[in-house]
């Protein structure tokens, strides 16, 4: 789970003081970014509390928390879908980074996930 408040955590980080600040260059509407920060906000907030509250059963709250990474990816697609037209190449550049790491975290997360239920 700490993997995942890593990645929250670089998000929140990203969203709210580099991209907000360079909406310029990005061409990505500062109330798109806003919306988008909730929701790392959110899971970083989720990951802490299960790793601080619960010592057991993580496996459960990996698969939720892969499902979630899941729909703030398509999420996200989906915000810069709808704003394409004014999106520069900087601001595609940072999405097809984000194409990138949201998966590659997701697969890290599944397979910890799998080991945790191996060890049963």
């Known amino acids: ?12 980080c990203l969203l709210a003081f580099v991209l907000v ?5 990005r061409g ?4 798109a970014l806003l919306f988008l920060f909730k929701i790392p906000v959110l899971f970083l907030l989720y990951d802490i509390c299960c ?24 999420i996200s697609i989906a915000v810069a879908a709808y ?6 190449m900087a601001g595609w550049i940072y999405i097809g980074f984000e194409i ?9 997360e599944l397979n910890v996930a799998k080991r945790e239920i191996a060890k049963r």
Do not use: Q
Not at 21 to 25: T, V
Not at 52 to 74: E, G, P, Q
Not at 100 to 108: E, F, N, Q, Y
């Open 1 to 12: 789970m700490l993997i995942d408040a890593l990645g929250a955590l670089r998000s929140i």
């Open 21 to 25: 600040k360079l909406e310029w260059l």
């Open 28 to 31: 990505i509407p500062k109330a």
């Open 51 to 74: 790793y601080c509250f619960l010592n057991k059963n993580h496996a459960t709250h990996l698969k939720r928390i892969t499902v979630a990474n899941h729909v703030y990816f398509v």
């Open 83 to 88: 704003h394409r037209s004014v999106i520069t």
């Open 100 to 108: 990138i790491v949201i998966p590659s975290l997701v697969g890290a």
